[in-house]
Structures are given as structure tokens and as C-alpha cells.
């Protein structure tokens, strides 16, 4: 049980997401999420605007449940499984993101600075959150996939496509973190 | 059911990932600064492993459940669409700290910032989605 509630490192999580790629793939589909951001504009209608969304979203049932399965798993983390939500930063980062302004480095999951009330209830914060949102949808829908789609599933199946995503992924994130966040904190 | 494995599967997935920290937003702000190896060693030992797997697949040595030959889809080719949808997804990964899976797995830590991030992913597919064909791939 202790070792549930401790932090797992990364010698556990990357063996157990590729369990999950593999059961995925066992279950006879393929691996990724973003394409329910697709199917999930079907659901609220979209195909009355755009004949892209004209699909069936019937058939993709099992990525919906999958979704839900998120989720659910997701509150039974937070409410259960992480007593402590401390991450053992490198000093530096710490140091740095204060310089910044983020206070308390690493002392939760997610920073007041974006996730807070404070935050997300100024016109500031909810558009870094609302416009990071569109660039998430937009980008991994133009790219065809994301982390799990791309860098996984794809970088493990030695397609080059995703390796030019991976590469995107990489130069987006630079840009954030090394510009952008500076820039807007 | 039979889909209500992807239930349990994505109950799993959401839990690895959360206690892998692998959806912390500081996790993925020292990943772009490079100052930790952690989520470097989640992707990469994640990635080796499933190579593993798709050669036992590719060899026909792992079927899936009905027996049938596992093959991951072909990626939609282009240059341009890979790499920029991909920079532009990494803009708001790398400013938010949340890729798609982890959207909804934050649901369940910080509720309306993960609500409002959703809200604008699902405004994002759609714009894609109006103007996908007039973009360059």
C-alpha cells in the first residue's frame, strides 16, 4: 500500500503506459486520444456546421469509454491516491520559476500562477488557458495525433511523420517555456 | 459490454499517469528546459518497450484479441502538417502543461481550469475541421 501512495518513478509509469499501448492494441484498436476531441464535436453536433464532422461517432464508442475511463481514473488519483502532491524539482527549476513569479515551485501538480481561482477567473488567465486549449485541439488535429498517438505509438512503429511531429512538439515547447511563459507571467 | 475494457484501461492509464506525475505541469516545464530526466525516462523507456511490442506484433507473435494481426495505422503524411500542427500543439502543451490524455485526467485534480482547457481543445478541432482541406499538408 505505501508504495501505491508514493510517487512512482519513471522506471514504473514508462513500462506501465506501454502496458496500456499494448492492451490497447490487444483490444484490437489503436492507441491515441486526440481524435476525440474530433469525435467529441460530433457528439455536440459540428456535423451541421462542417461535413468534416459528418461521421458516425457511434463507432468510436470504445475511445469515448475510454475517455470516461480517464476520468473516472483521474478523481480516483486525486481523491485517493496522491496524499502528497510535492515533486522533487531540480533546485534551479525552482529558483528559475521563482524568478518568474510562480511561487511555491513544485509544492503541487499545478501552479496557482495558471490552475488557482485567482488565476483562471481573470480575463488574462482564462484566455493562456482557453487559447492553450485551441493550439492543444488545433495542433493535434492538423498534426494527426499527440503524445500518445505520435511520440508512442508512432515513434515505437518507426513512422516519420511522427518523428517531424515530435520534432513540432519539441520546437512548440521550447518556445513556451523558454519565451512565451516569461513573457506572459 | 465488450468495449467496457477500454473503461478499465483508461481507469488504468489515468492512474499511471497521475501518480508518474507524467500530467504535472512542472513535470513538462523542466522536460522543455531540460533540467530533469524524469519525464525523458517515462517517454523514452515508454517508447523502447512499445518497439518491443510492435515487433512481436509485426512478427505476428502477439495477436489481438479475436486473433487477427495486430497493425498500427499508417500516420497521414506531410511534412508541413506534422511539423507545424505539431509546434503549434507544443505552444499550448508547453504553456499549459497538459497534452490530450492528461485534459481529462485534470478534471479530476483542478475542474474548470481543466474544463476551460477542453472547451478550447474541442474549439480548436473544430476550427481544424472547417478549414482542413484549405490547409497545407
Not at chain 2, 108 to 130: C, D, K, R, S, T
Request: proline share 4%.
Amino acid at each position: 500500500m505505501d508504495f501505491i501512495l508514493q510517487p512512482w518513478p519513471w522506471y514504473i509509469g514508462g513500462p506501465l503506459i506501454a502496458i496500456s499501448l499494448l492492451l490497447y492494441f490487444y483490444f484490437g484498436k489503436n492507441f491515441g486520444a486526440s481524435t476525440n476531441f474530433e469525435t467529441l464535436c460530433t457528439m455536440v453536433g459540428a456535423g451541421k456546421v462542417s461535413d468534416y464532422f459528418k461521421k458516425d461517432w457511434k463507432e468510436r464508442d470504445f475511445a469515448l469509454l475510454f475517455v470516461i475511463g480517464l476520468i473516472i481514473g483521474g478523481f480516483i488519483a486525486a481523491i485517493y491516491l496522491i496524499p502528497n502532491q510535492a515533486i522533487d524539482l531540480n533546485p534551479k527549476t525552482v529558483q528559475e520559476l521563482a524568478d518568474l513569479g510562480f511561487s511555491n515551485g513544485g509544492n503541487q501538480y499545478f501552479p496557482n500562477e495558471i490552475f488557482g481561482v485567482e488565476a483562471f477567473s481573470s480575463i488574462k488567465g482564462f484566455l493562456i488557458l482557453l487559447v492553450s486549449g485551441v493550439l492543444i485541439g488545433f495542433g493535434t488535429r492538423y498534426a494527426g495525433g499527440c503524445t500518445s498517438g505520435h511520440a508512442i505509438t508512432g515513434l515505437s512503429s518507426l513512422q516519420l511523420p511522427s518523428l517531424l511531429a515530435v520534432i513540432g512538439f519539441f520546437i512548440g515547447g521550447i518556445i513556451a517555456t523558454w519565451y512565451l511563459i516569461p513573457l506572459l507571467f | 459490454m465488450k468495449n467496457s475494457r477500454f473503461l478499465i484501461l483508461g481507469i488504468f492509464f489515468a492512474i499511471v499517469l497521475s501518480k508518474t506525475q507524467a500530467i504535472s505541469w512542472y513535470r513538462f516545464y523542466e522536460m522543455f528546459t531540460f533540467q530533469s530526466f524524469h519525464m525523458f525516462g517515462v517517454i523514452g523507456s515508454a517508447v523502447v518497450i512499445s518497439m518491443v511490442f510492435m515487433q512481436l506484433f509485426k512478427s505476428g507473435k502477439i495477436k489481438d484479441i479475436n486473433g487477427n494481426k495486430i497493425v498500427p495505422k499508417p500516420k497521414k503524411k506531410g511534412i508541413i502538417s506534422t511539423l507545424l500542427g505539431g509546434t503549434l500543439f507544443g505552444l499550448g502543451w508547453g504553456i499549459s502543461g497538459a497534452c490530450a490524455a492528461p485534459i481529462f485526467i485534470i478534471l479530476g485534480f483542478e475542474l474548470i481550469p481543466a474544463l476551460i482547457l477542453l472547451v478550447g481543445a474541442l474549439l480548436g478541432a473544430f476550427i481544424y475541421g472547417l478549414c482542413s482541406k484549405k490547409l497545407p499538408n
